[in-house]
């Protein structure tokens, strides 16, 4: 059995990680409401750029641009996000877990990675990491999405990759976030077909269609890269929130046994102290 002195000296180790703990859960608390309300904001408009080009998909025909029909090359750009830091619980595993294993070809793979965590784990796995952009994340600006989508749509016009795909966390409520892989380009018609057959009555651009996708497009997809930042934020402060709180439990059950393992030591060696004392005073008697 551990000696007192060993008891009491684990304990205060864990009481102090116990208050490390406690004010994590505290600042992600408090940056988790900023996060999500930001994230919630930000939804409408990104629905509705959604609409926008599904309703213009659904009524321009046989469109043939680029952004849709697609280019040759078998590359294919995976943006990642991902944190910075850890003790987020699974956050940033689970995404990560979710690219490696999402079927795509390891080598045809340019990996741009947006969160420390991520570039370091693909770097480890061996993965090609075209750019890093972490910084990114620790204050999400869509101008920051705009120049991300710009370089890698002048790559796909160029046909130097011939897939974008986006892998973040969505943000569903304080504690469920939804590891997501999503491909932005080129874009699949059968992803934006509109539920209703009213929709689907052709019409005419005007600029014409393809002038029309050139500008709509980029601005879609740095809507999104901007839309999985901000939620990807909101998703990593609710699972430090949760992993924290959790910690701070485990901490809280773990004094207790401690506290119950110390006062039984203690009472054993005062029991042991009094016989000791018996023993003694029925010798001299």
């Not at 490390?20 to 408009?45: E, F, G, P, W």
């Not at 061996?126 to 790559?155: F, H, T, W």
């Not at 539920?195 to 997809?221: H, Q, R, S, T």
Request: with cysteine; hydrophobic share 40%.
């Amino acid at each position: 059995m551990a000696s007192m002195r060993d008891i009491k000296r684990r304990k205060g180790s864990i009481q102090s990680t116990q208050q490390i703990t406690k004010a994590m859960k505290l600042v992600s608390t408090v940056k988790l409401q900023r996060s999500k309300q930001r994230a919630l904001n930000s939804k409408a408009y990104f629905n509705y750029m959604f609409k926008t080009i599904q309703s213009m998909l659904a009524k321009s025909g046989t469109i043939s641009h680029p952004f849709v029909a697609g280019n040759e090359s078998e590359r294919k750009a995976v943006i990642v996000i991902t944190g910075n830091r850890g003790l987020a619980g699974g956050y940033n595993s689970n995404v990560i877990k979710m690219v490696m294993r999402s079927g795509l070809n390891k080598e045809d793979l340019l990996m741009y990675t947006i969160g420390k965590k991520g570039r370091e784990a693909f770097n480890r796995h061996g993965y090609q990491l075209a750019e890093d952009y972490s910084p990114m994340i620790e204050a999400p600006d869509y101008v920051d999405a705009m120049r991300l989508c710009s370089v890698l749509l002048n790559k796909y016009k160029a046909g130097e990759i011939g897939e974008i795909w986006f892998a973040f966390t969505a943000f569903k409520n304080t504690v469920s976030h939804e590891p997501t892989m999503m491909k932005l380009l080129p874009v699949d018609r059968d992803e934006f077909k509109p539920d209703g057959e009213e929709d689907e009555a052709p019409m005419n651009f005007e600029p014409a269609e393809d002038e029309a996708l050139e500008l709509i497009i980029p601005k879609y997809v740095a809507s999104i890269i901007y839309g999985g930042m901000i939620e990807a934020v909101a998703s990593e402060n609710g699972a430090r929130m949760q992993a924290m709180d959790s910690a701070t439990s485990n901490a809280e059950e773990m004094i207790g046994k401690l506290t119950l393992q110390y006062n039984r030591a203690r009472q054993g060696s005062i029991t042991q102290e009094l016989t000791e004392i018996i023993a003694g005073a029925q010798a001299i008697s």
